[in-house]
């Protein structure tokens, strides 16, 4: 039996304890409805649930609101806003002022892949330039897999790094057809397959990491940052394959895309690429 002695400092701890994981629970709650966060990166996280959804209109009109706030947004933050910009405009197939966008991002120093690889998927839709996808490709590829770009866990680090260095392949792919390289743009489609196999099997075995109050912060953004990188990968890779001519193989990643994922912009697009192909309900 505890003394009066000993029970005083523990009734202490135990309050102390109470304030703890109510302080806790306030933040979880206040970050899930996003006061905590400050005003350009609700922008942004609202831009990227619509630009996700297959609303890029709306997206864009998120991402321009949180560029006019001008100095208060910091300059990584910037860059990161330019680039979903980019992305919006893109799926807009406004190509110039979506190339502006990018220009600007990279020219700030975009590092993290992602514009790089935006960058490239803008020049094989526009033509004309399949060279500069390439170098595009090449470097998204080489800044996905620095350590400064790994996030949620090393294990999914190496699983999402798989399936960038897949869509990197699939991309040169495209680009490589442009410049009349079929036997090359072949060997690279191979080199995309082999990438993406290996990689669906040990995801399977992964998910992304974070911690417990992470993950009460973020709600299921994580989980389903797992099944938007296998449709992410598996469209471009589906794209690359129509290229080439073979549309069976392509409506096998376009059915891997529509049962994946979790938002509905890459949804949208495989169903209207398999309804074109006569597989949508295969």
Not at 19 to 44: D, E, N, Q
Not at 81 to 101: F, I, M, P, T, W
Not at 142 to 150: D, G, I, M, W
Not at 175 to 185: D, I, K, N, V, W
Request: aromatic share 6%; with cysteine.
């Amino acid at each position: 039996m505890l003394s009066f002695e000993s029970s005083v400092p523990l009734s202490f701890a135990m309050s102390r304890l109470a304030i703890y994981v109510i302080s806790i629970g306030s933040a979880v709650i206040l970050s899930r409805t996003g006061v905590l966060f400050p005003r350009h990166l609700k922008l942004r996280r609202k831009g990227l649930d619509f630009l996700l959804a297959g609303q890029p209109k709306e997206a864009e009109e998120c991402y321009r609101t949180a560029l006019a706030l001008g100095s208060s947004v910091p300059p990584e933050d910037r860059i990161r806003l330019l680039v979903c910009l980019g992305d919006a405009l893109l799926d807009q197939a406004r190509y110039q002022e979506s190339k502006q966008c990018l220009a600007e991002a990279l020219s700030r120093g975009e590092s993290t892949g992602s514009g790089q690889g935006s960058m490239a998927d803008l020049l094989i839709a526009q033509g004309g330039d399949p060279q500069g996808a390439i170098d595009m490709a090449e470097k998204a590829m080489e800044l996905y897999a620095l350590p400064s770009n790994r996030h949620f866990g090393s294990r999914w680090s190496a699983v999402f790094s798989s399936f960038m260095q897949a869509k990197g392949w699939a991309r040169k792919t495209q680009a490589l057809l442009e410049l009349g390289e079929r036997t090359e743009a072949r060997q690279a489609m191979d080199r995309a397959l082999r990438i993406a196999d290996s990689a669906d099997a040990e995801v399977t075995q992964v998910n992304p990491n974070t911690s417990i109050v992470g993950k009460l912060i973020v709600g299921n953004r994580v989980s389903n940052f797992k099944n938007l990188t296998i449709s992410d990968a598996h469209w471009t890779i589906g794209l690359a394959l129509l290229s080439m001519g073979d549309t069976t193989k392509a409506a096998g990643h376009f059915r891997i895309v529509r049962d994946n994922d979790p938002y509905g912009k890459y949804r949208q697009l495989a169903q209207k690429q398999l309804e074109a192909l006569g597989s949508w309900a295969s």
